[in-house]
């Protein structure tokens, strides 16, 4: 097993690199993953920045003492891969951001597209949104990642087509087979820059968002033969960008 991943707010170690890790997550090292003496730990800020750890004991039931000697800086990924996710209903939202941040997406935008049953709206849509952000960063500790992916705000339909249009590659995945999508493991891809892609709701992209986003310069793109739901489709299809791109290797 590789060492767990707890996130930390700052690197700043007292005497001797002893560095002490407290509150949800000094509890979780101690009272559920009972870590001790000699362990491995990978501190991170989930923006890049980690170090590697051994543990040198624990006080109490919420405080894991580590040694930290120094920290290191991961560079962003390139190209940098950006889903836009299309409101699911229940907790699919949830499943489509825990495994998207699994297989490495570097940012994940809500959008309320027309045929979205879910809304965001009031209350409801911040604790939506604050539930995609706590299953990004567990995902992200989980996998393994010391950048976690960043979720944004919910955005409109001319958000998401702005977003777009800055992208060096932007594609909107559609399943109707007599459109004319071309398939996405043969786009051209660039090696470097933005990669955003467009995962539509369960009743599919509506005509007229779809023509907004071929007119910010995204093309329509299939996967497969089949019909993957909306959930799935965006891990799929990262997976795919993140293989053609070089970023598994």
Do not use: N
């Not at 003496?37 to 624990?58: K, M, N, S």
């Not at 040694?67 to 907790?91: C, F, H, M, N, W």
């Amino acid at each position: 097993m590789t060492a767990p991943v707890f996130v930390v707010e700052h690197f700043d170690a007292g005497r001797g690199g002893r560095y002490v890790v407290d509150g949800p997550e000094g509890r979780h090292a101690v009272s559920v993953k009972r870590l001790r003496p000699g362990e491995d730990v990978i501190l991170t800020d989930g923006a890049g920045r980690w170090a590697h750890c051994v543990v040198l004991g624990t006080e109490g039931k919420d405080r894991l003492i580590v040694q930290l000697d120094s920290s290191s800086e991961e560079p962003p990924e390139q190209p940098r891969i950006t889903v836009v996710q299309a409101l699911p209903k229940g907790d699919r939202g949830e499943l489509a951001v825990e495994t998207m941040t699994e297989v490495g997406v570097d940012a994940i935008v809500p959008w309320q597209a027309a045929r979205c049953i879910t809304q965001w709206k009031g209350d409801r849509g911040l604790k939506s949104l604050a539930k995609w952000r706590a299953t990004a960063r567990e995902a992200g500790k989980q996998s393994r990642r010391v950048r976690f992916p960043e979720v944004a705000d919910l955005a409109s339909t001319k958000q998401v087509a702005a977003l777009l249009a800055k992208a060096d590659f932007a594609a909107v995945l559609h399943s109707d087979f007599d459109y004319g999508s071309e398939p996405l493991a043969t786009a051209e891809l660039p090696t470097e820059g933005e990669i955003v892609l467009v995962v539509g709701p369960e009743g599919g992209v509506a005509s007229d968002e779809l023509a907004l986003f071929r007119e910010a310069g995204a093309k329509a793109c299939v996967l497969g033969r089949s019909v993957l739901r909306t959930s799935t489709a965006g891990t799929a299809a990262a997976a795919l960008l993140l293989g053609r791109t070089g970023r598994w290797d």
